[in-house]
């Protein structure tokens, strides 16, 4: 019996000498590996991979020639595009890349609705959207405003322009913003983005050129005023908000003349208009992404 009991103590010793000399050969470590930890004098120290840099947010824009910022409607101006990526570049701590996929061809609604699916991919995978496509669909640059022509100075015939005309004009065309605005928010739905959208500003009122009588800028702010609550509802039923371009250019009663906001052809935005945009979108916040 003797002999059967200091067989197996003698195994165990044996055992227990290969499992600590496994256990501390594992223990050296290369000075080469990740994250090593090395001899600095009677200190020890772990080294560490340096972090990664963040991956630039995504910023895409649609529309029309409003966002466009075409040197010939505007020499040397900075878009309210480069400017608000600049900021939310500093709101939220992240680089970001600008997609400029707006268009200076008088695109209409009706027509970006047709092409969107051709800008999927860029809308899928951005951070940001920003949609820009108020201006031509508005019944006061219908080539026959109300279905009727237009005079010498391209303008409507104002007799025609009523409320109904501008009631039935938000009706025709707001399934087509509902459609836009789904589409956008339904690509990017479960995914955390920011969704803008601009409406309308005067570009009628004070004009060159343009002689209106009060009574034709009262009408102009009827059409700008239904279609602008038209669009930002739409735009708000789908998750994007609206950043209210019209009375920051024309003022609380939409009458004040655009001035030199807009450039010579007083329709698209200067460098100064640029920057009153920007800045109406900035103060709207970097909300869901900061």
């Not at 197996?8 to 501390?24: E, H, N, T």
């Not at 470590?29 to 947010?57: F, Q, Y």
């Not at 900075?78 to 008088?106: C, D, E, M, W």
């Not at 702010?221 to 708000?236: K, P, R, Y």
Request: aromatic share 6%; hydrophobic share 40%.
């Amino acid at each position: 019996m003797t002999d059967q009991i200091r067989q197996p103590s003698v195994a165990l010793g044996v055992f227990a000498a290969a499992l600590i000399a496994l256990a501390l050969s594992g223990c050296a470590e290369s000075p080469n590996a990740p994250n090593s930890v090395g001899s600095v004098g009677s200190r020890s120290v772990r080294s560490v991979e340096p972090s990664a840099r963040p991956t630039p947010l995504s910023l895409v824009v649609i529309g029309d020639s409003i966002p466009y910022n075409s040197p010939d409607d505007c020499t040397g101006c900075t878009g309210f595009v480069a400017r608000y990526a600049k900021a939310a570049k500093k709101a939220i701590g992240t680089p970001v890349t600008v997609t400029n996929l707006s268009q200076h061809t008088n695109l209409t609604l009706p027509q970006l609705v047709i092409e969107l699916g051709q800008f999927r991919a860029q809308l899928t995978n951005a951070d940001i959207i920003i949609v820009g496509i108020a201006h031509n669909s508005n019944e006061l640059n219908a080539d026959r405003p109300c279905g009727a022509p237009v005079d010498a100075n391209d303008l409507p015939d104002w007799p025609k322009m009523t409320r109904q005309c501008a009631m039935a004009s938000v009706h025709r065309y707001r399934p087509q913003y509902d459609r836009l605005y789904s589409q956008i928010a339904g690509w990017r739905k479960g995914k955390p983005t920011i969704l803008r959208t601009i409406d309308r500003y005067n570009d009628f009122t004070g004009g060159p050129g343009l002689p209106l009588t009060k009574a034709d800028n009262l009408k102009v702010t009827t059409f700008l005023g239904t279609w602008d609550a038209m669009l930002c509802a739409s735009a708000h039923t789908y998750g994007f908000v609206c950043a209210d371009i019209y009375h920051a250019f024309n003022g609380a009663d939409g009458l004040t003349p655009s001035g030199d906001l807009l450039g010579p052809d007083y329709t698209h935005p200067t460098d100064k208009g640029n920057l009153v945009i920007a800045k109406v979108l900035i103060g709207l916040g970097f909300a869901p992404l900061t």
